[in-house]
């Protein structure tokens, strides 16, 4: 599976921006997606998760409640929302695959995408 990240970008704090995540390749649905992100000086972190349905959903707590990711297995997009925006939300955006059943939030995945910088101005 090859994934693609999109919708980075610049944006003020208090702002949206929606990340998606294409998939390609083995393209058959039962796989779980993740976001991580990771920030200047700063380890890679779990953002958010979505089981294979899409009826499971994972979140950090400094996104919960701001965030929310959903899928489209007819199109192979994965999507995360990000709305109200904080500049400590600043870093690249990275989507992950893995076929499994269940909603994984460790760095577990065996697929990655190239990342897509996110910038949230003060």
């Known amino acids: 599976v090859q994934l693609q990240a999109s919708g980075g970008g610049l944006v003020q704090a208090g702002g949206s921006l929606r990340l998606s995540c294409a998939a390609s390749?083995?393209?058959?649905?039962?796989?779980?997606v993740g976001w991580f992100r990771q920030a200047p000086g700063k380890l890679r972190e779990f953002v958010a998760a979505?089981?294979?349905?899409?009826?499971?959903?994972a979140y950090t707590d400094s996104v919960k409640g701001r965030f929310a990711v959903s899928r489209d297995n007819s199109k192979n997009t994965v999507s995360l929302q990000m709305n109200s925006l904080k500049p400590e939300d600043t870093a690249v955006y990275y989507c992950?695959?893995?076929?499994?059943?269940?909603?994984?939030?460790?760095?577990?995945?065996?697929?990655w995408g190239q990342g897509t910088l996110v910038t949230v101005s003060s």
């Open positions: 992950a695959a893995r076929y499994i059943a269940v909603v994984l939030t460790t760095s577990e995945y065996h697929y």
């Open positions: 979505i089981d294979w349905s899409g009826a499971r959903t």
């Open positions: 390749g083995r393209t058959s649905s039962n796989y779980a």
